[in-house]
């Protein structure tokens, strides 16, 4: 189960003025899946399915990573970009 201050993050992230980059936002999937599914258990996304396969990876990144700590780390990078990205 995801925080409180998770949620309020995942909604400040959608609002940012300016869109995270490509690397930025694979790293904001694979926490929030991390910290909202757990382990990705799902099958790799075929060789022409690029952004699904990216998605993917992101995500098989964490594995073995704590939904907590998964929500701590997204919580942080958050902020970051926020931080980053305010106007």
Do not use: C, H
């Not at 990705?40 to 907590?68: C, H, I, V």
Request: hydrophobic fraction near 35%; avoid cysteine.
């Amino acid at each position: 189960m995801v925080s409180q201050l998770f949620e309020e993050k995942a909604t400040a992230v959608n609002n940012l003025p300016t869109k995270p980059n490509q690397e930025e936002l694979l790293k904001l999937y694979g926490l929030y899946k991390q910290a909202t599914v757990g382990d990705n258990t799902n099958e790799k996304p075929g060789l022409f399915n690029l952004k699904d396969r990216y998605k993917w990876e992101a995500w098989e990144k964490l594995k073995g990573m704590s939904q907590e700590e998964a929500d701590e780390e997204y919580i942080k990078f958050v902020d970051e970009l926020i931080a980053k990205y305010k106007a």
